[in-house]
């Protein structure tokens, strides 16, 4: 009983305080010194600590309920509820049981290998945050991280834990399949350096205002860098209540995925936003997710009133062999409600 106890308070400790998380000191530090930066080179006459820490924000309600729903999921960490890492071993191993390792004479180098484990983990945010934003069902999940009405540091971590746990599986089978191909494949298994390269790929990245994204603080790589880099701006942007900004940069790192499915959006300008849900012509939406309580259980019943909806529609819908061609294909789309946006509209 002694050694779970000390179990837990040690996996308490690991995780508020782990290196891999973007709220770490360090990271804020680096926050900090980047804003004051920005704040001298605009010659931003409102005080530093006044324009970069405002109460009006910091104070926000929005900004309480990020508050204790980021103490809930370091807590539901540290408990392990969802931990899915063995999913990717299990995947890798199987694959490279299928057959003989194809050639084994040449291996890649670490850090190539490192910014494949990377570039898959990020194919895989961008995927299961596009299918959050166009699938009725699951948008839920994830419209309690837009309803931010403010944006700080700690609005990464707004999260219901069952948008958590898919994309946790989602990219745990990807970096499997990848895995498991490098395996298979040239006989190479990912080593201590390797995932120590990815690890320090994603330490540059919270080292370069990757908490900005979650700031009112804009910061535009300007229009170049931005088809291949997210920036804090475009992040903003995906934020943002405006129509012209609905269902833009999905991507974490790279831009390229939003580059390659036509999802990009560059900014030519300083943009001001307004951030939370709005319907498809801009207008907020009411704040649903005023509590922890209502952060965790509203989506839930969201989801499981979508769900219900569509197989209602499903059933209640004409045989598809009565109609024609052009009609069966609307009749199989079960899940689109007319009228409706299924990305900016629950409930």
Not at 132 to 148: E, Y
Not at 287 to 302: F, K, N, Y
Not at 312 to 322: D, L, T, Y
Request: proline share 6%.
């Amino acid at each position: 009983m002694t050694q779970l106890a000390g179990e837990l308070l040690a996996n308490l400790h690991a995780a508020f305080t782990s290196p891999t998380l973007r709220v770490f000191p360090i990271y804020l530090l680096v926050t900090f010194a980047l804003g004051a930066a920005i704040h001298r080179y605009r010659k931003i006459k409102t005080p530093l600590l006044g324009w970069l820490v405002p109460r009006s924000i910091y104070l926000h309600p929005s900004h309480l309920v990020d508050l204790k729903i980021f103490l809930f999921g370091r807590i539901v960490a540290a408990l392990g509820v969802f931990q899915v890492v063995a999913v990717a071993s299990f995947l890798a191993a199987f694959l490279a049981s299928l057959g003989p390792t194809i050639s084994n004479t040449q291996q890649l180098h670490p850090l190539v290998t490192a910014l494949l484990l990377l570039a898959v983990a990020d194919f895989s945010t961008y995927w299961v945050h596009r299918a959050h934003h166009q699938s009725r069902i699951i948008w839920p999940f994830h419209a309690l991280h837009h309803s931010a009405e403010v944006l700080t540091p700690l609005t990464l971590y707004r999260k219901h834990p069952i948008y958590d746990l898919i994309s946790a599986g989602v990219r745990a089978l990807l970096l499997g399949l990848l895995q498991g191909c490098l395996l298979l494949l040239i006989g190479q298994q990912p080593t201590v350096s390797t995932i120590a390269g990815a690890n320090l790929f994603y330490v540059l990245f919270n080292l370069t205002g990757a908490n900005l994204r979650h700031t009112h603080v804009w910061l535009s790589y300007g229009p170049l860098l931005e088809h291949v880099l997210i920036s804090p701006a475009q992040h903003q942007i995906h934020h943002s209540r405006a129509p012209q900004h609905h269902d833009r940069n999905y991507g974490e790192v790279f831009a390229i995925w939003d580059w390659m499915f036509g999802t990009l959006y560059v900014p030519r300008e300083n943009e001001t936003i307004e951030f939370g849900l709005a319907d498809e012509h801009g207008n907020p939406l009411p704040q649903r997710h005023v509590s922890l309580a209502t952060a965790l259980a509203v989506p839930v019943a969201d989801s499981l009133r979508e769900a219900a909806g569509i197989v209602k529609r499903c059933r209640s819908a004409e045989p598809a062999h009565s109609l024609r061609p052009r009609e069966q294909a609307g009749a199989m789309d079960c899940e689109r409600a007319p009228g409706i946006d299924p990305r900016r509209e629950t409930g």
